[in-house]
């Protein structure tokens, strides 16, 4: 019998076909995907403060960011912190340098159909194992959308010298608030190209403006970076839902993972380095428990402070540029970024936060309902 199948083979499959490859397990693992989302077209862009095992996927490497906010624009050290851009090609490739060398690691081509517990259902065969882990189907349980995420980026040539090949701006506010709370980011490859990505908050339900956010991103360039002139060499765009409150993870003998388990945080929109963390827990718990379903939770006051931010940008979109900088107002940018690890103590957040209007917050958290702390999924 197949022991553990990997529903997709995305980033969240491929890192914890690593993990897994990495702690000595003898069980046959199979990763199925049908490659219809080439890994050629992806790249994650993530922030750490220590070293991890697929590191060596990682094609750029800043310690520094650069923020507009408050009609300011700074440069800020990281810090401990590091970031950095994987391209998918380049974490296929070191993934499979872990599992390659191993008989019992393979990659099967196929359309997983539907997942239970005891397998797969792969282009209608069933396909038998004792551990599944899903990135493709998810839960039957979603949990409801607080807000959300609409980008559209542009790769761009720039005919003159225009971006900063050495630091990426984080979040820049120099753009129209009218359809929601909004930045632009962007993330140089040298200085004639760049992503320069336009990037809303939005009300659950709502649907992309892709006129309204190429005039922004045509507007950005030419005014704010003032290229002279650009070519768009490749267009990409996304609508991701935020969800701030715990979602059931485990069926049974399957386990969701990715952004089907919840793991985007809802404030940023970010994923990477949380899908990192959460393969190597559930291959730790593997190893230790002989099931993988012994994994930390996200404290509950964070969910919280993801889920009372999105609740007053989406109605006051003018209060995430002043969230931003609050948190970014120090000499660094490794204590907002800790913050967004969920790594801070709470006095370290009553810090953070000062600067924000707390009628506002504290208003929109009473009205939300939260228990005390979501079940582990032991």
């Not at 851009?85 to 974490?91: A, I, Q």
């Not at 839902?241 to 940023?268: F, M, Y």
């Not at 428990?289 to 930390?296: E, Q, T």
């Not at 709470?346 to 936060?353: G, H, T, V």
Request: charged share 25%; with cysteine.
């Amino acid at each position: 019998m197949t022991r553990i199948v990997i529903a997709g083979g995305g980033v969240s499959g491929l890192s914890l076909a690593a993990q897994l490859a990495v702690t000595d397990h003898r069980h046959p693992v199979v990763v199925v995907d049908d490659g219809s989302r080439p890994l050629s077209a992806m790249a994650w862009a993530s922030w750490s403060d220590r070293p991890g095992l697929l590191d060596a996927a990682a094609s750029r490497w800043f310690d520094r960011v650069r923020v507009h906010v408050g009609g300011r624009t700074t440069v800020l050290p990281l810090g401990h912190y590091r970031y950095r851009v994987v391209r998918g090609d380049d974490l296929l490739t070191v993934v499979r340098r872990f599992t390659d060398p191993l008989p019992h690691f393979t990659f099967h081509r196929g359309h997983v159909d539907r997942v239970e517990d005891g397998g797969v259902i792969v282009d209608g065969q069933h396909m038998r194992a004792r551990w599944v882990f899903d990135s493709v189907v998810g839960t039957a349980e979603p949990a409801p959308e607080d807000a959300r995420l609409i980008f559209r980026g542009w790769h761009v040539r720039s005919e003159r010298a225009a971006f900063d090949a050495e630091t990426p701006m984080l979040f820049d506010f120099r753009t129209s608030q009218v359809n929601g709370a909004s930045f632009v980011y962007v993330l140089p490859v040298d200085a004639h190209h760049a992503l320069v990505e336009h990037t809303s908050f939005t009300v659950p339900g709502a649907e992309q403006d892709p006129a309204a956010q190429e005039e922004a991103l045509a507007e950005y360039l030419a005014e704010v970076v003032g290229t002279g002139g650009h070519e768009i060499e490749r267009d990409e765009q996304a609508t991701l839902p935020l969800c701030s409150r715990q979602v059931p993870r485990r069926h049974g003998g399957v386990l969701t993972i990715g952004a089907e388990a919840g793991l985007l945080k809802a404030s940023t929109g970010y994923a990477y380095q949380r899908i990192q963390r959460d393969s190597e827990a559930i291959a730790e718990s593997l190893r230790r428990n002989g099931h993988p379903f012994d994994l930390p939770v996200s404290p509950a006051r964070f969910r919280m402070f993801d889920g009372v931010l999105l609740d007053v940008i989406t109605k006051e979109p003018a209060q995430l540029e002043r969230a931003f900088g609050a948190l970014f107002r120090f000499r660094t940018a490794e204590p907002a970024l800790r913050f967004l690890d969920e790594a801070t103590t709470p006095a370290q957040e009553l810090r953070l936060f000062a600067g924000m209007p707390a009628t506002t917050y504290l208003r929109a958290a009473r009205r939300r309902s939260w228990p005390s702390a979501a079940p582990n999924v032991r």
